[in-house]
């Protein structure tokens, strides 16, 4: 081939793929593809109905911020919602964690236990093959709720779902509804955490407080009855009742530092976590010059206020100065304030949303700290001096004195702790949490999945989908010519095609293949007839072309069947044909005509028969035919000698048309040297046999030597993969007007 049509042929090779040629391929491994699309049919069949029922339901939570009790303001108004959706899907991970599902699991193994009807469940119980079903572990459920339940945000929405999925309703809705409970109960302990731990450890004071009083009263009441004094004058009891009140308004503020010293450490804890550096600078912060003076100036204040308050009696009117008090302690706690804003403005600008919080928390807790020890240090001056006086009383009377001072600070103290543990029960019931169950989940009557009309169409597209994969990655592979465009993109001439029939494929004997004589009315013979003409009309000397050899790249291909009918097709147009098996490896022409082999023609070239004892005459008028004769053990040889070439030259002259059957062009060289002595050479590809090397070596090696190669037959042709062409068209044609 020279380089002008190896560019055009490499050209032709670069250019895409149409949808004609997708669905030329499609259709022509329509058997595949249809087998493939039944498989797919029936599994997804099979799958949709041996599928078992999945029963859904879900239960509707709304989240809000916390905003702190009821008792509390808040710190500022709020602006936006900024940080919300982070707060939202905080709470999505708490739902998802093992904690929660672990609390949740052993709640559910209770009620499986207690419950008479096991097969109602299937999540909560292991099913293993030849065993009967048992409760699972309380890790093994905390397990599959991990799976089985699915938490999602309603978008633009606080409020959460949670969906369970199991084969049984009833499983379904109860652990809906138990993990919806569970997180509430869960998160109802996190938002009363400090008021619990406040009101745990005011009860304990309270017990012990109320301990301390009746033993007080109890020695108060002994003391008594051995004989002591019974009263005392109304100058000490006033020093009594002043002491204890004061005792124990200390003893109340060192119990509220106690417990406030207590939540700041868990604060900071928490915060140093997050942020150290931020929890030392607002430890620092809290406790500034400015800050602290303030604190000592309003404990003084109230201490003076309170003291007032004591002394005041009827003969004298401290109502002005007790509204003095009040005005000046109202002052320094707005400067308080002021400045506290300032310091929560400044760590709050920087600071993530959940920090924030916390230090809100702890910068309020600080200064309570700060306020609760000034007091409780002015507190213990104020103590010092009433004890001063109430050491200067009688000795007849001290004794009953400190009894009574015991008992009344006692009384006042548990008093005190009484009334802050009320308010501390009251804030931790008034506390809601900020979860609320907004749909409770109920039993679903039909089930949610599958959806086994979609199974089975999902299951026709995942088939058409490994069709056309299977297509694609066959052609892919496949590097066999096809059709006849297949040649023609090789730069190759087609002379014609040669359909494939049932018939033929399924023939029993070789005299089948004699299609022109046997079936001269078939879309078969009417293409020999068309490839007749074209070699005729191949060359405008028609004496010029009157030996043909027919070869084919490999064994296979129809080479024979097309030189036989070929033959039989010149003859049938009234011109005298010989038809010579050159074949001396694997002969077939005899079996065609169903004659002997010997004598043929290797016995004329040995020169042991003459040339009109080896002619034999067919069934079809005009057509002769000389068989391969006795195989010599030098074909080639044979070939290229000179009795062949006057062999050639004699049946040339008695003959319209000389059509050789020659070997396999690529197997042996028998058919290069009938080439070489012949006129023409017609080259024989079959239909996903022939592969484009092997087209393209069968090619180069006609040529060489400048020798003739007419044209190409694509023979066992697939009409059905030539849709949209002219082929198909042209086979239906010739049925037609048969039928």
Not at 433 to 461: C, E, H, Y
Not at 480 to 495: A, F
Not at 551 to 556: D, F, L, N, V, Y
Request: hydrophobic share 40%.
């Amino acid at each position: 081939m020279s380089n002008q049509n190896l560019n055009e042929l490499n050209l032709e090779e670069n250019q895409s793929s149409t949808l004609k040629d997708y669905l030329i391929l499609f259709t022509a491994n329509l058997k595949p593809v249809i087998a493939i699309l039944a498989a797919s049919l029936v599994i997804s069949i099979i799958y949709a109905i041996t599928a078992p029922n999945i029963f859904r339901t879900s239960t509707s939570l709304k989240i809000t911020k916390p905003g702190g009790s009821i008792l509390q303001s808040p710190l500022m108004p709020e602006i936006s919602d900024y940080g919300n959706d982070r707060f939202i899907a905080n709470e999505i991970e708490i739902l998802k964690s093992y904690n929660l599902r672990d609390r949740i699991a052993g709640i559910l193994l209770d009620t499986l236990l207690k419950s008479n009807d096991q097969e109602s469940f299937n999540l909560l119980v292991i099913d293993k093959f030849g065993e009967d079903k048992k409760p699972a572990s309380v890790p093994e459920i905390a397990g599959v709720l991990g799976n089985a339940v699915q938490i999602e945000q309603k978008r633009g929405l606080d409020i959460l779902d949670i969906s369970v999925e199991s084969q049984q309703p009833k499983e379904a809705s109860l652990i809906a509804n138990i993990y919806a409970q569970e997180y509430l109960s869960y998160n109802l302990e996190i938002s009363r955490n400090q008021l619990t731990f406040i009101r745990d450890f005011l009860a304990e004071q309270r017990l012990e407080k109320k301990e301390q009083l009746n033993e007080a009263e109890e020695i108060l009441r002994s003391y008594q009855e051995r004989g002591g004094i019974i009263a005392l004058d109304q100058q000490a009891q006033t020093l009594i009742t002043q002491l204890a009140q004061f005792e124990a308004q200390k003893n109340a503020a060192q119990i509220e530092l106690e417990a406030s010293t207590e939540i700041l450490k868990q604060y900071r804890s928490e915060l140093a976590k997050q942020d150290p550096k931020l929890a030392d600078y607002l430890a620092s912060a809290t406790s500034e010059t400015y800050i602290k003076a303030l604190q000592d100036q309003i404990a003084e204040l109230q201490i003076r206020r309170d003291l007032a308050m004591v002394k005041s009696d009827t003969r004298t009117d401290f109502t002005m100065q007790l509204k003095e008090y009040d005005n000046k302690i109202s002052d320094l706690k707005s400067k308080l304030d002021d400045k506290i804003k300032v310091l929560k403005a400044g760590i709050f600008a920087s600071s993530p949303e959940e920090v924030k919080v916390l230090s809100q928390k702890i910068i309020e807790e600080e200064i309570k700290n700060g306020s609760l020890r000034t007091s409780l240090t002015e507190l213990g001056l104020v103590v010092r001096r009433y004890d001063e006086r109430f050491n200067r009383l009688p000795k007849t009377s001290i004794e009953l004195a400190r009894f009574q001072r015991n008992r009344e600070s006692l009384e006042k103290l548990y008093t005190l702790v009484e009334e802050k543990y009320q308010e501390a029960l009251i804030n931790e019931q008034s506390q809601p949490g900020n979860v609320l169950i907004i749909d409770n989940a109920r039993v679903p009557f039909a089930p949610a999945k599958p959806n086994r009309i979609l199974i089975i169409i999902v299951g026709l597209l995942i088939g058409l989908g490994l069709a056309f994969a299977y297509v694609f990655l066959k052609n892919y592979f496949d590097n066999t010519v096809k059709t006849p465009e297949d040649i023609q993109r090789k730069n190759v001439n087609v002379l014609g095609w040669i359909p494939r029939v049932d018939e033929l494929v399924l023939k029993e004997t070789s005299a089948t293949d004699f299609v022109i004589s046997k079936r001269p009315d078939s879309v078969t013979s009417e293409s020999f007839r068309a490839l007749r003409t074209r070699i005729q009309f191949s060359r405008p000397d028609k004496n010029t072309l009157k030996t043909i050899v027919v070869t084919s790249p490999a064994p296979q291909e129809g080479k024979t069947f097309v030189t036989v009918n070929l033959a039989g097709s010149f003859a049938q147009a009234e011109k005298k044909v010989l038809l010579v098996d050159c074949d001396l490896r694997k002969p077939r022409v005899h079996r065609i005509f169903e004659a002997k082999k010997e004598p043929g023609l290797i016995d004329y070239l040995v020169g042991e028969k003459k040339l009109e004892e080896i002619i034999h005459k067919s069934e079809l008028k005009n057509l002769s035919f000389i068989t391969s004769g006795t195989i010599p053990p030098n074909p080639a040889e044979m070939l290229d000698s000179k009795q062949m070439d006057e062999f050639l030259a004699l049946v040339r002259e008695s003959y319209d048309y000389v059509i050789i059957d020659s070997p396999p062009i690529i197997a042996v060289t028998d058919a290069e040297i009938l080439a070489k002595k012949v006129d023409g050479a017609v080259l024989v590809v079959s239909s996903e046999i022939t592969e484009y090397q092997m087209l393209e070596r069968a090619i180069q090696l006609i040529q060489h030597d400048n020798t003739t190669l007419i044209g190409t037959v694509l023979n066992n042709f697939n009409t059905h993969s030539a849709y949209g062409t002219y082929y198909k068209y042209k086979y239906y044609y010739y049925y037609a007007a048969k039928k």
